[in-house]
């Protein structure tokens, strides 16, 4: 359910679709139906299951720190720091870059800050939930 999702930009609305998914699974797990009314809680401390929206948080943050420490000029640092130059913008809002959720967690210089490996780790924790409050 979660492959690739280091490299997914997430929204609110994915956030929901994925855990809506997973208290279905979760649900079947334990041979429960919706009509028998048991919380959200109560069936994550059955089957002790880790919340999907913090492990893809996670994950992702550690895949951001992996790019950010990239020496030689791959394609995957590339493409995280590429800005198109030329073309017109589509109308509305423009689309969730997955560079956004970092840059709006840890600001611009996030890249920098990642270079240190151990205290990338350290501020992962928290950061992690303050991410998921705000997706």
Do not use: F
């Amino acid at each position: 359910m979660t492959y690739g999702c280091q490299t997914w930009s997430m929204t609110k609305a994915v956030g929901q679709k994925l855990r809506v998914a997973q208290r279905a699974m979760e649900r079947k797990m334990l041979r429960l139906k919706l009509t028998d009314k048991i919380s959200c809680k109560e069936i994550r401390n059955k089957t002790q299951v880790s919340d999907i929206a913090q492990y893809i948080a996670k994950q992702k943050w550690k895949w951001a720190g992996h790019v950010a420490r990239l020496q030689d000029n791959r394609w995957t640092l590339r493409v995280t720091e590429w800005q198109p130059r030329n073309g017109k913008r589509s109308r509305g809002r423009q689309a969730r870059r997955w560079r956004d959720d970092i840059v709006s967690t840890m600001g611009n210089t996030w890249t920098r800050e990642a270079k240190d490996k151990e205290e990338w780790r350290r501020g992962a924790e928290g950061l992690i939930l303050q991410w998921m409050d705000g997706a």
